[in-house]
């Protein structure tokens, strides 16, 4: 299989079990610790168009931050949301895993099996 990422919080329990299970099939990812190396704007436009769930989709709903910020509002914009996860990356939602066979926010983490090469 050619690459395989992982957008990963170690401090998550689906990111640890999405990646545990990408190694357990034998694939050892990229691993991008995007609290400590957030992506760009173009990046999370393009997960966010790729996983299918738009914008608002990768927003990670929970928290403080989120509740904060006020971003439960759904008349803020794409890019307000954007601008918010770019400020502050604990927003984003994870796991992300891309792999030639597509791109998918693996919450719940049973999601990444269709992005696993049949065996």
Do not use: F, W
Not at 33 to 39: G, N
């Amino acid at each position: 299989m050619s690459t395989v990422t992982i957008y990963h919080n170690p401090q998550c329990g689906t990111s640890r079990n999405v990646l545990a299970a990408l190694r357990e099939a034998g694939i050892e990812p990229e691993v991008i610790q995007y609290l400590k190396t957030p992506p760009d704007r173009a990046t999370l436009q393009r997960l966010a168009r790729d996983c299918g769930v738009g914008v608002r989709g990768l927003l990670r709903a929970k928290g403080e931050r989120y509740e904060a910020l006020g971003l439960a509002d759904p008349t803020l914009s794409d890019a307000q949301l954007l601008d918010a996860m770019l400020a502050h990356p604990e927003l984003i939602n994870r796991p992300i895993v891309v792999t030639a066979r597509g791109s998918r926010l693996c919450r719940p983490a049973e999601l990444l099996k269709d992005l696993l090469p049949s065996s």
